[in-house]
């Protein structure tokens, strides 16, 4: 009996034994498969799948980050169907394929460039019956294709989505879910999944969306729907079961590929997963159907421009979008759009803005000119005495209560050099942009609409915003003016036979402006380094519309003819609060004292000057007692 008993548990253990591995790579943590030794096991197997039409545009970007995942690419199928193209979409693949396809398992390319179009359709992005059908056909092919070759799982990515995290499909076949997508974010709260959906299988709100899309939880939730870019584990036995063309003899919804599919896999009992612990990468908001081809490739630009830096605890970090090398890409034209000059000012200390505004101009195609912009940290009392420049005895900011600050000083210095500049080399008219900046989609569209519009109604102007802060005045007690969001347009009217620009009136901010020659003129005309208010207080003086009547005796005449680009057409990369936000203009600095500036024969250490101290004022005396350094 002792024998027997042994026996039987040795057989036992032996079975324990042949089940392990399989037990382990189900249920194993990311750290177990980090270790896998692929000697002992080797790694699941991916069939990679992508359909691709008219993306020539993004796929050096998709294929660039699938080629950089962090997954053996001798465990990785790819399968890759492409038709109907008025792009050189299959050009792109097959260039990139014979630069990489051979590190690859096994590649299937199947492409069809003509016809263009579907009978039926009525543009590129138009989903018509007979496409519709065609992408649920080619849908289910890649399904029947990754079971027949005995895939581990099927990692289906469309053609313009970014996977730029390289530990995701590690990440998400650690999780051991049956159907798991990595959220993908947009310039909109779309997302690759669905919190919520009705009984005919259409998309329902719910509270729990938001949340969760905004990382405020995080972690796996089973979610009706995940699409776009999702990992299908084909070793469940409910996976035979899945289908794009056969939906369960219930389903009452519409012919759709992602809803079919949705509604098949729940009642496979293959449920559905999103996962947000991380950043996985971006992919576009949905497409609207009447959007030319153009216009996709202009969105899709966007999230390059988007995400051409991040927050890091280290600070906003230049970290662009890479494109696989693999694939070469077109020179782009740069334009000056009809300017005589772009300016970019720029703080030479500040070199990750520099950098990503080089590379976000060169992205949309704008030729430009760095500007250096005059740091507040190398100024001091004695440096603008030399200069000339006196602050406006009067003027106190509304918020603060104090004076200019050596940083609004720089800033205003900066934008006065290209006035003058206009003025020496007589350049007709410029753009001028600073530096922490983002441009809002189809920037050199709506430019170039609002340049014809200029022309067409013979606009007599002298400066038009193109960024700022929309503000209505409000008076505080014991104060000047400060300006509070303007929610609405509140009193700032179109111009007459424009759809592009309205009548300005007080605002914050100069992001960013075109001036012509006659306007730079009007603001160097009145001498304003000799009598200096803020850059952003002292446009709306000069075009009559600054809501505090004690400054206006120093700025005769006050006629600059002013508009503004609505909606505006670039906005700030941070604002106040939030994480990586710098100001270069606030009181938090304190000027370089330069060694001209100290005590001759002394060791002792200076006093720290505050940046409103020791400011000239029109008789030359310093507003501080405690005088220069």
């Known amino acids: 009996v002792i024998l027997r008993s042994v026996h039987v548990s040795l057989e036992r253990f032996a079975f324990i034994l042949l089940l392990t591995p399989i037990f382990w790579t ?152 049956p159907i798991i997508a990595p959220m993908l974010e947009s310039s909109t709260a779309y997302s690759n999944f669905w919190c919520g959906m009705t009984e005919k299988g259409y998309y329902m709100r719910t509270e729990e969306y938001m949340p969760i899309l905004e ?37 009452v919804g519409p012919e759709d590929d992602i809803i079919q599919f949705a509604w098949g896999a729940r009642h496979a009992g293959m449920e559905m997963f999103i996962m947000n612990t991380e950043e996985f990468g971006y992919f576009p ?82 030729e430009f000119k760095l500007t250096e912009a005059v740091d507040g940290l190398t100024l001091n009392a004695s440096v603008l005495k030399k200069m000339g420049v006196t602050v ?39 753009l001028v942009f600073e530096d922490d900046i983002k441009f809002e989609p189809f920037f050199k569209r709506r430019m170039y609409k609002m340049l014809n519009e200029i022309e067409e109604i013979r606009l007599d102007w002298d400066l038009i915003y193109i960024g700022r802060k929309k503000v209505v005045p409000e008076q505080r007690p014991g104060l000047g003016y400060v300006g509070r969001k303007r929610l609405k347009l509140e009193g700032e009217h179109w111009v007459m036979g424009s759809t592009t620009m309205i009548h300005v009136t007080y605002s914050y901010w100069t992001l960013g402006y075109m001036i012509n020659q006659r306007g730079a003129r009007k603001l160097l005309d009145v001498k304003p380094i000799t009598k200096m208010i803020p850059v952003d207080e002292f446009l709306p003086m000069m075009f009559d519309d600054h809501p505090d009547n004690k400054y206006k005796y120093a700025f005769e005449p006050r006629d600059l003819k002013a508009y503004s680009a609505e909606p505006l057409m670039i906005y700030p990369t941070h604002y106040t609060g939030e994480a990586n936000y710098i100001t270069d203009t606030d009181t938090g600095s304190s000027p370089i004292v330069s060694d001209l500036d100290k005590p001759e024969k002394t060791d002792r250490p200076l006093p720290a000057m505050g940046r409103t101290e020791g400011l000239p004022t029109p008789d030359g005396e310093p507003s501080s007692h405690r005088g220069e350094l």
């Open 285 to 366: 908001s949905a497409l609207d159907e009447n959007m030319i081809h153009e216009e996709e490739t202009l969105k899709f630009k966007q999230i390059l421009l988007d995400h051409m830096s991040r927050d890091t605890a280290e600070g906003y970090v230049f970290d662009p979008l890479v494109p696989s090398p693999h694939i070469s890409r077109e020179n782009k034209t740069a334009t000056k759009m009809g300017f005589d000059e772009i300016y970019v000012i720029n703080l030479k200390r500040r070199v990750e803005r520099r950098k990503r505004m080089v590379h976000t101009l060169k992205e949309i195609g704008l």
């Open 392 to 430: 406006l005895p009067e003027y106190r900011d509304p918020w603060s209560d104090r004076s200019m600050t050596m940083g609004e000083i720089g800033c205003f210095l900066s934008h006065h050099k290209i006035w003058e500049e206009m003025v020496e080399k007589d350049l007709d008219w410029v």
């Open 215 to 251: 990382r405020k939880r995080k972690g796996v939730y089973p979610v009706p729907m995940v699409h776009s870019t999702f990992l299908v584990d084909l070793r469940r036995e409910g996976a035979k079961q899945l289908s794009y063309d056969s939906p369960p003899d219930d389903y």
């Open 26 to 177: 189900l249920s194993g943590s990311f750290e177990q498969l980090e270790t896998l030794d692929p000697e002992r096991l080797q790694w699941p197997t991916v069939f990679v799948a992508i359909l691709a039409r008219n993306k020539a545009h993004s796929l050096p970007y998709t294929l660039g980050y699938l080629e950089r995942l962090d997954y053996p690419k001798s465990r990785m199928a790819l399968w890759i169907q492409s038709d109907h193209n008025i792009d050189n979409t299959s050009a792109v693949i097959q260039e990139w394929l014979d630069g990489v396809g051979h590190l690859y398992h096994h590649v299937d390319f199947y492409h069809q460039d003509s016809p263009n179009y579907f009978p039926d359709e009525e543009g590129a992005n138009h989903w018509s019956a007979i496409r519709l059908r065609h992408v649920i056909k080619l849908r289910q092919q890649t399904l029947e294709y990754a079971k027949k070759r005995w895939a581990d799982f099927m990692f289906s990515i469309d053609a313009d989505n970014l996977v730029s995290n390289p530990r995701t499909l590690k990440l998400l076949i650690a999780q051991n879910r």
